[in-house]
T-cell receptor, first 109, second 112 residues
């Protein structure tokens, strides 16, 4: 399986700080996606970066992709308490989207 | 409103009693899939479907069945549930596996 692995597993920061989480994967991909999950709820798509892209922005989110290192990072700038959630990377290969184990982010007021 | 619905949301059952979790989407998506989520293991794909009557195994298909008779529906069937199938289940749909997935709200299943 080409399951991604997020690092760190858990991250605790204060409001206003930036949060960075990393994802590593094992095989070649078509694209890499990041999702957010509030406790026990369905996942929500945040951003998709194609394999030929190196960086992408969406609001306070910045995603980078390094296919040579098979890694990606998600940066959330100026974090808010409402950003508290689990974040998952997912790699898109042949007919499948494979999720990592997630990073739990806690943003304290 | 574009959405994926799952029913039931919560289910407690006993070992061996057949059950079905329904999944329906209203976005005319061709690709649908089922995942289970367990602590420390992330989301693992059970089955997926590229289109009507086309289904294939994901990473953890043992003990599960699916069918795709209509584009909008993709039920998950547990013919003889066992306690190790206690988990949080998610259905998702998309234009294809390459695109953004839309997730249902989840079904929390407990098998005793």
């Amino acid at each position: 399986s080409q399951q991604g692995e997020e690092d760190p597993q858990a991250l605790s920061i204060q409001e206003g700080e930036n949060a960075t989480m990393n994802c590593s994967y094992k095989t070649s991909i078509n694209n890499l996606q990041w999702y957010r999950q509030n406790s026990g709820r369905g996942l929500v798509h945040l951003i998709l970066i194609r394999s030929n892209e190196r960086e992408k922005h969406s609001g306070r989110l910045r995603v980078t992709l390094d296919t040579s290192k098979k890694s990606s990072s998600l940066l959330i700038t100026a974090s808010r308490a409402a950003d508290t959630a689990s974040y998952f990377c997912a790699t898109s290969g042949f007919q499948k989207l494979v999720f990592g184990t997630g990073t739990r982010l806690l943003v304290s007021p | 409103e574009a959405q994926v619905t799952q029913n039931p949301r919560y289910l407690i059952t006993v070992t061996g009693k057949k059950l079905t979790v329904t999944c329906s989407q209203n976005m005319n998506h061709e690709y649908m899939s089922w995942y289970r989520q367990d602590p420390g293991l992330g989301l693992r794909q059970i089955y997926y479907s590229m289109n009507v009557e086309v289904t294939d195994k994901g990473d953890v298909p043992e003990g599960y069945k699916v069918s795709r008779k209509e584009k909008r529906n993709f039920p998950l069937i547990l013919e003889s549930p066992s306690p190790n199938q206690t988990s949080l289940y998610f259905c998702a749909s998309s234009l294809s596996s390459w695109y953004e997935q839309y997730f249902g709200p989840g079904t929390r299943l407990t098998v005793t």
